[in-house]
């Protein structure tokens, strides 16, 4: 599975825009062109990388092995990600610019890019 950075920015808008306590399943999460499997599996790929925090269901053989996320919330990691991507015009832009290349970009490459579009965006470079 490849990592789809416009379904991680969904989610992780969705998780930001979270008021009620308590943790979702990946059927809670509706966006368009997803299915519950894909977003599952990105809600694993976010919890292992520390983007979101939440409950690990893992396999009953294999016990570090994680088959479900259920997410409670963004962790510090996760702000600072959507707090660069969130903005719909910066990420077109850089979105853009990267192309096809988005798919296979590593992350630090598309955060250092989603930061240098804000900092111009804002006057700042």
Do not use: C
């Amino acid at each position: 599975m490849k990592r789809d950075y416009h379904l991680i920015r969904e989610i992780l808008k969705i998780l930001e825009e979270k008021t009620a306590p308590g943790h979702m399943k990946a059927d809670d999460f509706r966006i368009h062109g997803y299915d519950p499997q894909q977003i599952g599996d990105h809600l694993r790929q976010l919890y292992e990388a520390g983007f979101i925090s939440g409950e690990a269901i893992r396999s009953s053989t294999t016990p570090e092995r994680i088959i479900d996320v259920w997410p409670f919330e963004l962790t510090w990691q996760g702000h600072e990600f959507i707090a660069t991507a969130r903005n719909d015009s910066v990420w077109r832009k850089v979105r853009t610019k990267l192309g096809d290349s988005l798919l296979s970009v590593p992350f630090s490459v598309l955060t250092t890019m989603l930061i240098a579009e804000l900092e111009r965006q804002l006057g700042g470079k």
